[in-house]
């Protein structure tokens, strides 16, 4: 397997810029994301296995890479990629699902259609890239399991996770004849894996299935408190259903989208407020912290939900 880029070997000014150009050479037109600043450590190998692509990113700087639209209309292979979590949880997000890997776990996702992997700790990634007919199953029920956590647990993924990272990391080792002949053994693997998942997938009920998108509903949430724009329309958007959807599935929760957007903004709030490190942080950056911008709204609503000011309440649990 090549070694395309030790972060540790470019000079810093330029290991931003040369990361993302090996990302892109390597994965296709992607939007690379990194925080201005920050330290940028890691490295990418790549290497083929007969059809098969295969590479493995190690990084522990905290970024994200997404297929954006306007990326998919300037080029887009008809390609399917199965990230698989060797250490690390990286998040990966596809037709309104996501899913946090554990290490062990794989997933499947569509290069032809936007997608957002993301890390914000440390991680080891083995992925596989293939055509998408060399996946024989109907693009339909394929669809269904983007982004769809596979664990390695019982059924053919045990006997998939183990054998797509042993190799990842024993590639380089493999005669060119031999390397031909695992393809097709890895690509069967991967096939039966993904057709189990697909049949646990149709023998849950209609019920479960509200109840998982109500989960993913409110982790994401949960991930964009501090978005001062985010609403119901936001929330909808992003899990590709109506306004009027997302409103009933919160009918089972006694509560409306916007009234548990607000609750949830105020507990993480409470929760600043009562820590002791954040002490010196002033009320209105806390406020604006979890999308609440507006000092005297954020103040009222505070007090209408824990009985007395944030002021008060900080010093209260102060003492």
């Known amino acids: 397997m090549a070694l395309l880029i030790r972060a540790s070997d470019v000079p810093a000014a330029s290991r931003h810029d040369a990361w993302r150009a090996v990302v892109c050479d390597t994965l296709g037109p992607l939007d690379l994301r990194i925080d201005p600043g920050t330290p940028l450590r890691g490295q990418i190998e790549a290497g083929r296995l007969g059809a098969v692509s295969v590479g493995r990113v190690r990084t ?37 699902r996501e899913t946090q890997l554990k290490p062990g776990e794989f997933a499947l996702y569509d290069f032809t259609r936007p997608y957002d992997l993301a890390y914000d700790a440390p991680v080891h990634l083995a992925v596989f890239g293939f055509p998408r007919d060399a996946l024989a199953l109907p693009l339909d029920r394929v669809r269904g399991l ?19 990272r042993r190799v990842a990391g024993d590639l380089e080792t493999y005669q060119p004849a031999s390397a031909a002949r695992l393809s097709g053994v890895v690509m069967d693997l991967i096939t039966a ?27 994401f949430i949960e991930q964009h408190l501090g978005d001062a724009g985010l ?80 002021a008060e309440y900080r010093r209260a649990h102060a003492r």
């Open 60 to 96: 522990s700087t905290p970024h994200s890479v997404h297929r954006t639209p306007g990326l998919i209309r300037r080029d887009s292979p008809e390609l399917y990629r199965i990230v698989l979590a060797v250490s690390g949880s990286p998040l990966l997000a596809q037709d309104g």
């Open 146 to 164: 983007t982004a769809v956590p596979i664990a390695p647990g019982a059924g053919t993924a045990a006997l998939a996770a183990p054998l797509l």
């Open 193 to 219: 894996a993904i057709a189990e998942r697909a049949e646990q997938a149709e023998a849950v009920s209609e019920d479960s299935r509200r109840q998982v998108l109500l989960l993913r509903v409110h982790a």
């Open 231 to 310: 609403d119901p329309g936001v929330v909808a958007d992003a899990h590709h259903i109506s306004v009027r959807y997302l409103h009933r599935l919160f009918e089972g929760e006694q509560t409306t989208v916007a009234a548990w957007i607000r609750a949830r903004r105020l507990e993480r709030c409470r929760q600043d407020l009562a820590d002791p490190a954040l002490r010196t942080v002033p009320v209105s950056s806390v406020a604006a912290r979890w999308g609440l911008p507006d000092a005297a709204h954020f103040s009222r609503l505070f007090r209408q939900a824990y009985g007395m000011p944030p």
